[in-house]
T-cell receptor, first 110, second 114 residues
Framework: GQNIDQPTEMTATEGAIVQINCTYQ??????LFWYQQHAGEAPTFLSY????GLEEKGRFSSFLSRSKGYSYLLLKELQMKDSASYLC???????????FGGGTRLMVKP | DVKVTQSSRYLVKRTGEKVFLECVQD?????MFWYRQDPGLGLRLIYF???????EKGDIPEGYSVSREKKERFSLILESASTNQTSMYLC?????????????FGSGTRLTVV
């Protein structure tokens, strides 16, 4: 079976750092993705991890621990435009499908 | 850039109508997907296709069918729309190496069935 858990909502202050966690229990694993989705828009690709460790891309970083079934997305120097939903997704062994968590709605306040 | 185009952003249909949602991608990708997205339920897979004329059921196929007559086009069909099919529908295509072969999504169709 597939189970991917994320917090439903988080609130943070402009300029701060926020960490969004994702835990997964899946029958197969071939990489983990993070997507950003602004209200009423399509999800857009943010990051990808397949090996353990931290991937950094500007203000955003993503971490993976395969043994713990755990990932997090770290957003630094938060801006108002970072208010969005963040979706964690796991790719199956065959590499042809993603299963999504329910998403975390992040609200950035001044 | 890969483009995935959904024909309508907003649709309002009556109960019992047959509804067609169209999705076109321009990168010759083999894999295409239809999801619906509802508050608190996340993205749920309806149908997917690995190639022309191929289709596979996802997690919630009831009340839906699909058509893939050409590689670039993947259509979702609601045979007889019902109010519980009011939702945001997202089409996705897979195959862009710049995205680590993750998905490229269309802009979504918000369907309201009245």
């Amino acid at each position: 079976g597939q189970n991917i858990d994320q917090p439903t909502e988080m609130t943070a202050t402009e300029g701060a750092i926020v960490q969004i966690n994702c835990t997964y229990q899946t029958s197969g694993f071939n990489g983990l993705f993070w997507y950003q989705q602004h209200a009423g828009e399509a999800p857009t690709f943010l990051s990808y991890n397949v090996l353990d460790g931290l991937e950094e891309k500007g203000r955003f970083s993503s971490f993976l621990s395969r043994s713990k079934g755990y990932s997090y997305l770290l957003l630094k120097e938060l801006q108002m435009k970072d208010s969005a939903s963040y979706l964690c997704a796991v790719r199956n062994n065959a590499g042809n499908m993603l299963t999504f968590g329910g998403g975390t709605r992040l609200m950035v306040k001044p | 850039d890969v483009k995935v185009t959904q024909s309508s952003r907003y649709l309002v249909k009556r109960t019992g109508e047959k509804v067609f949602l169209e999705c076109v991608q321009d990168m010759d990708h083999e894999n295409m997907f239809w999801y619906r997205q509802d508050p608190g339920l996340g993205l749920r897979l309806i149908y997917f296709s690995y190639d022309v004329k191929m289709k596979e059921k996802g997690d919630i196929p009831e009340g839906y069918s699909v058509s893939r007559e050409k590689k670039e086009r993947f259509s979702l069909i609601l045979e007889s729309a019902s109010t519980n099919q009011t939702s945001m529908y997202l089409c996705a295509s897979k195959g862009d190496p710049r995205l680590n072969y993750g998905y490229t999504f269309g802009s979504g169709t918000r369907l309201t069935v009245v």
